[in-house]
């Protein structure tokens, strides 16, 4: 006689009848029947299941592993993020939260303070990390160029001369009888032999 069980189950002979014991996967009254393991939507985060004999498979959507698809895959774990910046994991996605002075996706730009021209009175910009340094023109100093040096702090102007401060340079206003760059000249009022006879 023929087995009326199909895909491997066992038969057994009643009165006028037959039962057959399904192997894992099938049942029916003949195990002609394929369970759907994937009744119970077994894939999770939008996975899509595919029925296989007493199993299933997970199709899984981007971002996600692992057999049901519970697994958000670490998109932090390649340490995308340069220049002492801080990785935070999202869905097939990461952010970088960045270090000053650093932008980007991956935080790899190094933002150019020199952009907006800081230094002033000609002075010349170099980009640093979150900062920026200036070589000043001759004359002026500080962070951005701004401040005129007092070449008059010295008190260069002799002989009661008065100091006039200009950029990397001075005039003095000589007194009477004096002159020359610091007034330290004494005119010599004899030069024109004013004393006849």
């Known amino acids: 006689s023929t087995n009326p069980c199909q895909n491997a189950g066992t038969c057994t002979d009643e009165v006028n009848d037959y039962s057959c014991d399904c192997a894992a996967g099938y049942d029916g009254k003949n195990c002609s029947n394929d369970i759907d393991d994937c009744s119970t939507n077994p894939c999770q985060n939008a996975g899509t299941c595919t029925d296989e004999v007493n199993d299933y498979s997970c199709d899984c959507a981007a971002g996600y592993d692992g057999k049901n698809c519970s697994n958000d895959i670490d998109d932090c774990s390649t340490n995308p993020c340069q220049n002492g910046g801080t990785c935070s994991d999202l869905v097939n996605d990461y952010s970088c939260d960045c270090a ?83 007034c330290s000249n004494d005119i010599d009022d004899c030069s024109t032999n004013p004393c006849q006879n």
Do not use: F, L
């Open 100 to 182: 000053a002075g650093y932008d980007g996706k991956n935080c790899s730009n190094d933002i150019d303070d020199c952009s907006t021209n800081p230094c002033q009175n000609a002075g010349t910009c170099t980009d640093e990390v979150n900062d920026y340094s200036c070589d000043c023109a001759a004359g002026y100093d500080g962070k951005n160029c701004s401040n005129d040096i007092d070449d008059c702090s010295t008190n260069p102007c002799q002989n009661g001369g008065t100091c006039a401060d200009q950029v990397n340079d001075y005039s003095c206003d000589c007194a009477a009888g004096y002159d020359g760059k610091n």
